[in-house]
């Protein structure tokens, strides 16, 4: 590995450390110093949004193509490395998720098997925290609901490893909880965590009810409002021209040029890298405050919503038979935002249930 590379690697891996922790850290300040001055890492704020960024990357195409792993983590070098000047190599993103916990990580995407959850690794601590940051209604309870549940799973205290998963993600500052930064992340991967629906799935036996609970849907009139992370002083036009720069122009390799000829029957001989564009083109419009939104609701399960609760939040896809009050619906398709503004109602459906066809 070249010193660059080397470096690099030192930032992605550290990026929780400040300047000064990265320069004492490492034994090539000189390439430190010159990789700090670039767009994106010249502080630990950016250095922590692009790596959990990077980590939502491997995690991705880990998880869609975990039968062929090293052709994906090869090609997650590739494409990242096309479209940022921040480069990575293998040796990065095997240490993001390591080779031999691939089959672990997607037993957990796909709600298959929580084993190998009780042993006491850094990673699957990460996970879980950054599952919590994301599902649990309350930042304030995000440490304590993960320590519950680690300790569920270990029988013993779990309290140094969470200081250390804290440390290392970013999330403590001056030794307390920075829920700035916790909020950051949610307002980053809300809803976006491959394997968030999967550990869900796993952790429902094992809790109990009153745990459950803290990560069941929420009420959209309950939620609050993420952080900004653009202002929303631009008009309309300026953002618009941010984003159509930030996906079509040379920052990102002209991606919607990309996708645009994949759209016209020109697909890429190798399916992984269709599917890489595609978590690219998300990622950028994340980064840009578009985000998808389902009003709480998950695909593949059945809500029971009160009428006048429906026209509120959510597109029918055809009018309502039941004369309930309480309406049995499926979510079909998600809707947008823009900033935390719902642009786009999530599309739903009524489900006709079978005691009320007879």
């Known amino acids: 590995m070249n010193p660059s590379n080397e470096s690099m690697k030192h930032i992605w891996l550290n990026s929780w450390m400040n300047d000064k922790q990265l320069l004492l850290s490492s034994s090539n300040k000189q390439e430190i110093r010159k990789l700090l001055k670039l767009d994106g890492i010249n502080n630990r704020t950016q250095r922590l949004a692009r790596f959990w960024e990077l980590q939502h990357y491997v995690e991705s195409l880990t998880y869609h193509h975990a039968e062929e792993i090293e052709e994906a983590t090869s090609f ?3 494409s990242w490395n096309e479209k940022s000047s921040l480069k990575i190599d293998q040796e990065t993103v095997k240490s993001i998720l390591p080779l031999e916990r691939v089959e672990m990580f997607k037993s957990i995407c796909t709600g298959e098997q929580l084993a190998g ?11 879980l925290l950054r599952f919590a940051i994301c599902e649990v209604q309350s930042l304030s309870s995000v440490v304590g609901w993960v320590k519950h549940v680690l300790q569920t799973l270990w029988g013993d205290s779990p309290d140094r490893e969470v200081k250390a998963a804290l440390k290392v993600m970013g999330f ?9 930064m916790l909020e950051k992340y949610r307002s980053l991967f809300k809803g976006r965590l491959v394997y968030s629906k999967g550990l869900r799935n796993l952790l429902q036996p094992i809790l109990s009810s009153e745990d459950i609970a803290v990560i069941e849907m929420e009420q959209p009139s309950k939620k609050k409002e993420s952080q900004e992370i653009i202002s929303r002083d631009m008009t309309s036009e300026e953002s618009m021209m941010k984003i159509l720069e930030a996906i079509g122009g040379s920052s990102s390799e002209y991606l919607l040029s990309e996708l645009y000829d994949e759209s016209m029957g020109n697909l890429p001989a190798n399916r992984v890298v269709s599917v890489g564009r595609l978590i690219n083109f998300f990622s950028i419009l994340n980064l840009h405050g578009i985000e998808s939104y389902s009003g709480g609701l998950e695909k593949d399960r059945i809500f029971h919503l009160k009428r006048d609760e429906l026209a509120k939040t959510f597109m029918t896809r055809r009018p309502i038979q039941s004369k309930e009050d309480e309406i049995p619906i499926q979510l ?21 249930l079978e005691k009320e066809r007879k």
């Open 76 to 78: 997650a070098v590739k």
């Open 117 to 127: 959850m009780e042993t006491r690794e850094a990673w699957l601590v990460q996970l």
């Open 332 to 352: 079909v398709q998600c809707g947008w935002t823009f900033h935390g503004k719902v642009m786009i109602l999530p599309l739903i459906e009524e489900v006709i």
């Open 172 to 180: 403590r500052k001056n030794q307390s909880l920075d829920l700035e």
